[in-house]
């Protein structure tokens, strides 16, 4: 419960929109019901929603009815709680599918596992996140790591996070890593914010970003940036290798030329397809 009230007061303290006559209320609150709902909350009461949403009880009844109608939320049997619906997973899977990098460079991904690494990812910027839009791995089951196109993870922590930070401004950096609180996942993991900005310079300065053991024990990742033809971030590329698989001065001079070559035959597809994102 106190995840909901921590949740319900961010809402009431963000900023209302810059011209309210262009809002439509009603369907910013139904998305403020769907919003409640997290990985950590992702079964919630009437109750729940409401304060989440900062809501009226009668309020959010009459949207979770509607949007239980719709098939976006489905109520959990011998229960009062809801849950969201298939409808919000096929939205999602038409963003990550559609109109993005990910079909281009899924069957690029294939190529490096697992003669160069044990998963190979493609990842871009949300916020203080990292959204995972493509994943192709093998032989990392004991790990149990659930990286599902969709998945998010804390930008700070992650080679894939590190190396699209570093090529933002300094003060966007810092509004996207203080965005959201830091924790250690691992003894390895950096929490500091002017140890973060240091990390990303030298991210930038070598075009590679590297992480062994900070987001997830037993894991060493490289990690590159694509960009557009602006010379924006618009993405990034990964690969992954379970450590004893190979020590870190071995995975990186193996596997680093062959996650630049990929990345660049993607960037290259990118810019000639025009995408931006």
């Known amino acids: 419960m106190a995840k909901v009230e921590k949740k319900a007061a961010k809402r009431k303290s963000e900023s209302p929109p810059k011209n309210p006559k262009n809002r439509v209320a009603s369907v910013g609150k139904a998305f403020a019901v769907l919003q409640s709902f997290s990985s950590e909350a992702f079964e919630l009461t009437l109750?729940?929603?409401?304060?989440?949403?900062?809501?009226?009880?009668?309020?959010?009844?009459?949207?979770?009815?509607?949007?239980?109608?719709?098939?976006?939320?489905?109520?959990?049997?011998?229960?009062?709680?809801?849950?969201?619906?298939?409808?919000?997973?096929?939205?999602?899977?038409?963003?990550?599918?559609?109109?993005?990098?990910?079909?281009?460079?899924?069957?690029?991904?294939?190529?490096?596992?697992?003669?160069?690494?044990?998963?190979?990812?493609?990842?871009?910027?949300?916020?203080?996140?990292?959204?995972?839009?493509?994943?192709?791995?093998?032989?990392?089951?004991?790990?149990?790591?659930?990286?599902?196109?969709?998945?998010?993870?804390?930008?700070?922590?992650?080679?894939?996070?590190?190396?699209?930070?570093?090529?933002?401004?300094?003060?966007?950096?810092?509004?996207?890593?203080?965005?959201?609180?830091?924790?250690?996942?691992?003894?390895?993991?950096?929490?500091d914010l002017d140890a973060l900005l240091a990390r990303l310079d030298q991210v930038k300065k070598k075009g590679h970003a590297v992480s062994d053991g900070e987001n997830a024990y037993g894991l060493r990742t490289l990690a590159t940036p694509i960009f557009d033809a602006q010379g924006l971030v618009i993405g990034g590329l990964s690969v992954t290798v379970d450590a004893m698989r190979l020590d870190m001065v071995a995975f990186r001079d193996q596997a680093l030329p062959r996650l630049m070559q990929v990345t660049a035959q993607v960037q290259d597809l990118a810019i000639k397809s025009g995408l931006t994102s």
């Open 47 to 191: 109750s729940e929603i409401a304060a989440t949403a900062d809501l009226d009880r009668g309020t959010a009844f009459r949207l979770i009815q509607t949007l239980v109608e719709l098939g976006y939320l489905q109520p959990v049997p011998q229960s009062r709680r809801f849950r969201l619906g298939i409808a919000c997973l096929d939205l999602g899977y038409t963003v990550l599918s559609h109109g993005s990098l990910r079909p281009m460079v899924e069957p690029l991904l294939r190529g490096l596992v697992p003669d160069v690494g044990d998963a190979a990812s493609l990842g871009i910027l949300d916020g203080g996140d990292v959204i995972y839009l493509a994943r192709i791995g093998a032989g990392l089951d004991r790990h149990k790591m659930d990286r599902r196109p969709g998945t998010r993870i804390p930008a700070y922590s992650a080679a894939l996070g590190h190396v699209m930070l570093a090529h933002l401004a300094r003060d966007e950096q810092i509004a996207r890593l203080e965005s959201r609180p830091r924790v250690k996942l691992s003894e390895r993991t950096l929490t």
